[in-house]
C-alpha cells in the first residue's frame, strides 16, 4: 500500500539538505533573493556550480539523464528546504522544460551537448512560448520556422520572455507547417539568442523591475538540427512538459518563504492579522499535501484535475501571502524598491525592501502557466469526461 | 506509482458503499428508530468493529481506515450513523480494564451494541475535562449526578458512556445502564435529523464499581477520543463533498436551459472546477490530520483543529455551490444535495465550529506552527 508523509529516512533527508543550505549557500546571494528575486546569472551561476558539484542541479531529473533521482517526498522536501533558505531560482527553463524534453525527445547529439551543459550552468535559456496574440491560445501562435535547404528560418515575435537578455539560448515554438490543423504543425527549436535577426526589447512590468522582454525574430537562421526531436511535434512536447512538469507552478519553496516572513512580520502585530496567518498556514499546508500526492501519483485517473487545482491554488496563495506582508509591513511597504528611500529615511523598515514589488510581481501568476480560468476548464473536462 | 487503497480496504469501502446507496432518502429524515436501525446495519456489516484496535477485540482502529469509511457514511446523510460516535465509543471503551467493559467492547466490535457517549454539556468542546457532572462514591461504587446535552443516538442506545467529576476532582469515565433506574431523557433531533437527547442523571448508579478511566489519564484519553472522533466527522464531511460534486455534474449535464445542457455554460463549468479545488485540497488537510493523529498529543490536537477550520469551510461552500447548481431541487429534502448541506451545516458547528478551533491554534499551548512538527506517514484513501 502506498505511504504518503515523511519517514525517518526523510526526516534525515530533510537535515541534510537543510545542512548543506546552512553551510554552502551564501548569505548575500540568500539576502538578494530574499530581496527582489529576478537574479541575473552572474549572481547564480557560481550557485549552480556548487549545486552540480553536489549532485543537486537538476532536482527533478532522474539518475540516467544525471540528476539526483529523489523520491516525490525528497523533491518536496528540497523544494521546500530551498525556497525557505532563500536559495535563489536559477535557468528554470533549462533545468524545469528543455532538459526533460530534450531527454525524452531530443536526437542523441542534443541529449549529449545539452544535458551536461545545463546541469554545469553553462547554457541558460528562455522560453518563447507566448506571442502577442497568442497568450492562453497558444495554438494560435504565428512565428514560422520555413525550410531553407539545410536550414530554418524563423520569423516573428514572442513576448513576456523571462531573462531573454540573459539567456544564451531560446527554446522557442514555431509554426513549421502551415497545411495542417494550429496545434499540429508546431515544432520545438533551440534558437542561440545571439543569432543575427534576434532583438530583445525589455518591458518594465508594475514590478519595477524589467525581467520580461519582447524577442522580436527578423529571419533568424538556424540549422535543421536546432529542432528538438522532430518537426511538428511541437505540441506533443509542450503537452508532455505540462505532465512530466505538473507541479511545476506549485511554488512550496515561494510559500513557506513568505510564511516564515510572515510569522516574523506578523509578531506583535494585533489579533485579526495573526487569525489570517494561522488561516494561510492552513491552505498552504493543504496546498503542501495536495502537491505531494501529485508528486505521488495518487488519482491519476483525476490527473489533470489535481494538477491543474495546485496551479490555481499557488497563485492565489501567493497573491494573498504577498497581501498580508505589505499589510504587516506597514508605511514601509509603500516605498519603491530601489534602495534609495531605506537608505535615506529613517522611517522605512530595510526588511520592507522589495516586498511590494514582490507582490506586484506574483500578482501576474494568475495568468501565466496557462491562465487560472484555462486550468478551470481543463478541471471541468477532466470530471465530466 | 499508484497510491491507491489496499485490497481489503477497497473491498470493505465497497460494501459500506453498497450498504450506503441501498438505503433509500427519507425526506423525513430520522427518528430514533430508524437512526439505531441504520446504527445496526453498519455496526453489524463491520464499520464498528473497524474503529476498535486488533488488540481491543476490533479490526483496524487506524485513522486512515476510519476516514476511508467515514466518507463512505458521509456521502449518504439520512441513511448513515454518525460515525464520530462510534469512534468516540471505541476510544472510551478501550481504556477499560474490568471485564464488564471488556464484554462491550466485544459487543460494539460485534456490532451488536449501540452505546451512546454522554461527554458534552454545553459550551467549550474541548473544556468538557471538567464536568458539572458528580461522580459520588457509595458502598459498591459510584454514582452519578447531573445533566449532558445533545447526546447522539442516546434514547436507544443500551448503554451510555459518561464522563463526570471524581469526589476527589480529576475527570472520571463511567459506563452507565441506560434502562437503569434514575436516568431521565429527553429526545429531539438536530437540523439534520440526527437523534440526540438530554440526559438527567440522579444518582444513577454507574455499571461498574470503579471508573474506566481516572485523573490525567481520563482527560488524556478523552481529548484522544475527540480529537479522533473530529477527524472522523471531518472525513465524512469531505464524503459529502465528493458526493455533491458527482451529483452537480449529473444534473448540469442532464438539466436543459436554454435549448441546451447547463453543462454548456462554462460559468457553471468553473463553479464545479472551484469546488473541486477546494475539495481536493480539503482532502489534503485530511491527510495531513491522519499523520498527525499517530503522534503526540500536542501535534494531534492542532491537526484536528487545523483539519476542522479548513474542512468545515470548505464543505459549506461546496455544498452550498452544489445545492444552488441544482436549482430549487437543491432545496428540498427529496434529493439528497439538501441532505449533504443540512449534514455539512451541522457538521460545521458540531464539536466546535471554525471559529472556535482557529482561536483554538491561537491560543498558547498549541503549536500551530506546522513545518516542524514531524508528519508521520500515512496510508492512503484515494478518491471514490
Known sequence: MQKLGYSAEDFAFREEVRTFLREQLPPELAALEAQHSHLKRRDTDPWQKLLAARGWAVPNWPKANGGPDWTAVQRHIWDVEYGRANAPEYNIIGVGMVGPVIAEFGSDAQKAYFLQAIIKGDLHFCQGFSEPGAGSDLASLKTRALRDGEDYVVTGQKIWTSHAADADMMICLARTNMEVKPQAGLSMILLPMDAPGITVRPIRSIDGIESINEVFLDEVRVPASAVIGEADMGWTYA?????????????????HRYLDRLRIATAGLGPAIRRRLVQLEIDVEAHDWSVLRVRLGEDERLGGASASALKVTASELLIRAGMMEVEALGPSALVEADGQASALSN?????????MSQLLYWRAATIFGGANEIQRSIIWNTLAR | MNVMPSYEQEEFRTGVRRLADAAPLEPGGFDAARYAA?????????????????????????????????????RAPGATPRIETMVLAAVLLSSGAEPAIARLREKFAAGQSQPAVAWFEGGDPYGQDMPQVQATRTDDGFTLTGRKMAVIGATTADCLIVTAQLPARGLGLFVVDPAAARVDMRGYRLSDTTPVADIVFHDTPALTDRPIAEGEHARAILHKALDHALIAQCAATLGGMDRAINLSIEHLKTRQQFGRPLADFQALQHRVADMFIATNDARSILYAAIAASRGDAVPRAAAASRCKVKISTSARSVIGDALHLHGGIGITTEYPVGHLYRRAMVDSLLMGDADYHLARLEAGGVDWRMDEQPAGVVECLARA
Open chain 1, 239 to 255: 503537452k508532455f512538459l505540462l505532465t512530466a512538469e505538473r507541479t511545476h507552478n506549485a511554488y512550496l519553496g515561494m510559500l
Open chain 2, 38 to 74: 441504520a446504527w445496526s446495519r453498519f455496526a453489524e456489516a463491520g464499520v464498528a468493529g473497524l474503529c476498535l484496535a486488533p488488540v481491543m477485540g476490533g479490526f483496524s482502529g487506524a485513522a486512515e481506515d476510519v476516514a476511508l469509511i467515514a466518507a463512505e457514511l458521509g
Open chain 1, 347 to 355: 522611517w522605512v523598515d530595510r526588511g520592507a525592501d522589495g516586498k
